[in-house]
T-cell receptor
Framework: QKEVEQDPGPLSVPEGAIVSLNCTYSNSAFQYFMWYRQYSRKGPELLMYTYSSGNKEDGRFTAQVDKSSKYISLFIRDSQPSDSATYLCAMRETSYDKVIFGPGTSLSVIP | DAGVTQSPTHLIKTRGQQVTLRCSPKSGHDTVSWYQQALGQGPQFIFQ???????QRGNFPDRFSGHQFPNYSSELNVNALLLGDSALYLC?????????????FGDGTRLSIL
C-alpha cells in the first residue's frame, strides 16, 4: 500500500462546476497537509496549507482534513478553464520532515 | 523578489554519463530539498540540505549526491545515468526558522537520458 493514494483521473468538468479532489493516506503521523497545482512544464504551486484536522478556505478553494479517517479533500467552486492542471496532495510528519506527494489528479475544466 | 530558480531547464544525456543540476533558493530561504518527478507521477523526495549538510535522504541510491554552498544554493549530482533517471528534477526551498511554512518549488530541470 502506498503512503498517499489519489485518483489520477483524468477528471473533466464543465466551467462553473464544483470540483472535489481527494487523497487518502496510511501514516497517522502526518500532521501538515498541502495541495499544490502543477501546470504542464511548470513546478508545483502551493494552493493550500493546513495543520492537523479541520477546514481552511481561500477564495474559491476549500481544504478539508479528517485525520480520523486519514482523508483530505480540496474543493474548487465556480471552476474556470484556467483551473485545468494537475493537482497534487502532499503531507509531512513534522515541520522539518520530507514531503510525501500523491500521484496527482489531472483536471480539465471545459468552457 | 526572485523565487526558486533552477538551471538548466532541459538537459539531454546518454547512459553512463554524469550530470549536475543547480538550484538557487528563494530569497530569505536557507533549506533546499530535491525531488524527482517521473512522468505522470508525484514528486519523490531525494534529499534535503541545511547548513551545507545533508539532513534527510529518501530512498535513492548513492549515485545521487548533492551539495549546498554558503550562499544556500545547491547542486544535485547524478552519476552513471540510467534510462530510468529520465524525469523532472525539482528543487524546493524553505526557511528553517519559519518551519511551519511550506516549501516553494522551482520549475525544474527536465532530464532526458538516451
Amino acid at each position: 500500500q502506498k503512503e498517499v493514494e489519489q485518483d489520477p483521473g483524468p477528471l473533466s468538468v464543465p466551467e462553473g462546476a464544483i470540483v472535489s479532489l481527494n487523497c487518502t493516506y496510511s501514516n497517522s503521523a502526518f500532521q501538515y497537509f498541502m495541495w499544490y497545482r502543477q501546470y504542464s512544464r511548470k513546478g508545483p504551486e502551493l494552493l493550500m496549507y493546513t495543520y492537523s484536522s479541520g477546514n481552511k478556505e481561500d477564495g474559491r478553494f476549500t481544504a478539508q482534513v479528517d485525520k480520523s479517517s486519514k482523508y483530505i479533500s480540496l474543493f474548487i467552486r465556480d471552476s474556470q478553464p484556467s483551473d485545468s492542471a494537475t493537482y497534487l496532495c502532499a503531507m509531512r510528519e513534522t515541520s522539518y520532515d520530507k514531503v510525501i506527494f500523491g500521484p496527482g489528479t489531472s483536471l480539465s475544466v471545459i468552457p | 523578489d526572485a523565487g526558486v530558480t533552477q538551471s538548466p531547464t532541459h538537459l539531454i544525456k546518454t547512459r553512463g554519463q554524469q550530470v549536475t543540476l543547480r538550484c538557487s533558493p528563494k530569497s530569505g530561504h536557507d533549506t533546499v530539498s530535491w525531488y524527482q518527478q517521473a512522468l505522470g507521477q508525484g514528486p519523490q523526495f531525494i534529499f534535503q540540505y541545511y547548513e551545507e549538510e545533508e539532513r534527510q535522504r529518501g530512498n535513492f541510491p548513492d549515485r545521487f549526491s548533492g551539495h549546498q554552498f554558503p550562499n544556500y544554493s545547491s547542486e544535485l549530482n547524478v552519476n552513471a545515468l540510467l534510462l530510468g533517471d529520465s524525469a523532472l528534477y525539482l528543487c524546493a526551498s524553505s526557511n528553517r526558522q519559519y518551519s511551519n511554512q511550506p516549501q516553494h518549488f522551482g520549475d525544474g530541470t527536465r532530464l532526458s537520458i538516451l
